[in-house]
């Protein structure tokens, strides 16, 4: 998790330096780095990191239930849909 929001955390902040600094001189700059590769990376990082935080919630959640897999059903579930929809999320973001 410290790998992800560090690589968020650079690449949110190169973004954020494009968008308000670079951008006012030529707004040309910033609409075509919309869909580039830092803000693939920017968006991915922040979904990966989403992914290990709720998988560390769900472990802790099975731990202090007493290894009980029925508390946990729904938690997976829900678990498992944002993995399945994460990808989707920031191909859509990027077009």
């Known amino acids: ?13 190169i973004w954020s330096e ?22 693939i990376l920017k968006d991915t990082a922040i979904c990966v990191n989403m992914w290990l935080a709720d998988s560390l919630i769900v472990y802790r959640l099975f731990i202090i239930w007493d290894r009980n ?12 849909g944002s993995i399945v929809h994460g990808p989707g999320l920031v191909l859509v973001l990027e077009e």
């Open 1 to 13: 998790m410290f790998m992800t929001t560090t690589t968020y955390f650079i690449s949110a902040t």
């Open 18 to 39: 494009q968008e308000f600094v670079e951008s006012t001189v030529n707004p040309g700059i910033f609409a075509s780095l919309t869909s580039g590769r830092l803000a």
């Open 69 to 80: 897999f029925y508390i946990i059903i729904f938690p997976v579930m829900t678990y498992i």
